[in-house]
């Protein structure tokens, strides 16, 4: 079920997210001159904030007097957006496992590097020498369908490009086909290795050609081959619109010199972040941090997209000496990265154009993605509505970081990490009583 922490057959506890995004219930008013829709800025200059200097103290103490018992080891930190002011700080600089608080800092790099409204196309192509041979070219898409989502109208479809292809041979004259696929925008490292095979059931074998994320419909097995079952599917569907398609798919670049037939390009960077934050989506990330290695001029890899994380976050002021990254989703255990660096990140997000999209695109507690059914208890009543932020969860790992719209009217920026819990449900409940407390603050 949607918004729920749910232990896996792999024993690793992971971040459901929302299928639906009702952001009219938590977009704030936009900002002049802004990007529609994303209004932190207007909310993080002083004179939108509370004209009393804001409270340190104040804010440690609402922390402190939290009833629930802060288990395992804490890093946080907490800043008034407007002036910059430090309001909490605990373990700052300690370098801890984010879990999936990493993806906030990969979709922060892509949008450094990509912009917003970037699409990524999927296509058929025919080479000039081949004539009855048709390529399927992956082209990254991380919510690539294999027919059209009625919950995501934006999402393209291998269905919807069968029928375009279709189209396009029978108006060349052609309906009997040999099907190759090419899915080599990416490397071939499609396993990370600080990833145990356990995960096969939190993440698809990375690839720049899939549909469904290698899902079968209705299935919750993920291919090991996702591109060859996206190829298949796609095969069976030219066979229902008419063409005949001998032999198997086959897995071949296409010639540079060979000709579109047919495209469909996935929704825009801004929508496919958005859905892999709010799900906590781990597959869909790691292909988005492939992208951005591709635009930084990087390879499409594991490596390249980690180092292209680094980079970003080094242009950011983010970066910090002894970080470590394995991946790009947070699935590691071995990623090591500090408070003081999410909180950086995200104050360079919501005070920067092009990275604003991130503002509304994290879960938003009791109304959205992995923060749905969270912030329940009497003692978090504050922080619904107005507790912007991304979770994270591996088996004694927990974090929270984003954004508080106050009780004063005050935009804090905190990030809070917890490690070495023995009681990942405790973690949720003190996070989310905390982060309630900071909201209720007239600090």
């Not at 995004?21 to 008013?29: D, V």
């Not at 800043?79 to 999936?100: E, H």
């Not at 897995?251 to 037939?261: C, N």
Request: net charge neutral.
């Amino acid at each position: 079920m949607w918004g729920k922490s749910m232990l896996t057959a792999s024993g690793v506890l992971r971040d459901e997210g929302a299928s639906t995004i009702p952001s009219s219930l938590y977009s704030p008013t936009p900002a002049a001159g802004g990007p529609g829709g994303r209004g932190v800025v207007a909310a993080a200059t002083p004179a939108a904030n509370s004209s009393t200097p804001a409270n340190p103290a104040a804010v440690a103490s609402r922390i402190a007097a939290v009833p629930t018992a802060q288990p395992g080891t804490l890093g946080a930190a907490s800043v008034d957006l407007a002036t910059g002011t430090q309001l909490y700080s605990k373990n700052a600089d300690a370098l801890l496992t984010p879990a999936s608080n990493l993806k906030v800092l990969t979709g922060i790099s892509l949008l450094n590097v990509v912009d917003a409204g970037t699409t990524f196309a999927t296509k058929v192509v025919r080479s000039a020498d081949a004539a009855s041979t048709i390529t399927l070219v992956g082209g990254g898409d991380p919510y690539l369908q294999a027919t059209p989502s009625t919950t995501n109208p934006e999402f393209a479809s291998t269905q919807d490009l069968a029928r375009r292809t279709t189209a396009a041979l029978k108006k060349n004259g052609l309906t009997s086909v040999t099907l190759d696929y090419d899915d080599s925008l990416f490397t071939a490292d499609t396993w990370s290795t600080a990833w145990p095979a356990g995960y096969a059931d939190q993440v698809t074998h990375i690839s720049a050609l899939w549909a469904n994320e290698g899902m079968a419909d209705g299935s919750a097995t993920r291919s090991t081959t996702p591109s060859l079952q996206a190829a298949t599917t796609f095969a069976t569907q030219l066979k229902a619109a008419g063409i005949t398609v001998t032999g198997t798919p086959a897995a071949k670049k296409a010639p540079t010199s060979a000709a579109e037939l047919a495209r469909v390009e996935s929704a825009p960077v801004e929508t496919l972040l958005k859905t892999a934050l709010l799900h906590s989506d781990n597959s869909a990330t790691e292909v988005l941090g492939r992208q951005a290695a591709l635009a930084a001029g990087k390879p499409g890899s594991f490596a390249g997209a980690t180092a292209t994380v680094q980079a970003q976050l080094t242009r950011l002021g983010a970066w910090q000496q002894g970080a470590v990254l394995q991946d790009t989703s947070g699935l590691s255990r071995g990623n090591r990265v500090s408070a003081t660096m999410l909180e950086k990140a995200w104050r360079a997000a919501l005070t920067t154009r092009r990275l604003q999209p991130i503002a509304d695109a994290v879960p938003v507690a009791q109304v959205s993605g992995s923060l749905a059914s969270r912030f329940g208890d009497a003692a978090d009543v504050a922080g619904r509505g107005v507790v912007h932020a991304k979770t994270g969860t591996l088996t004694g790992v927990s974090s929270l970081s984003g954004w508080i719209r106050t009780a004063d009217g005050r935009v804090i920026v905190q990030a809070f990490l917890l490690n070495n819990s023995a009681d990942d449900s405790a973690s949720h409940t003190w996070l989310d009583a905390a982060w309630s407390a900071v909201a209720s603050c007239g600090c």
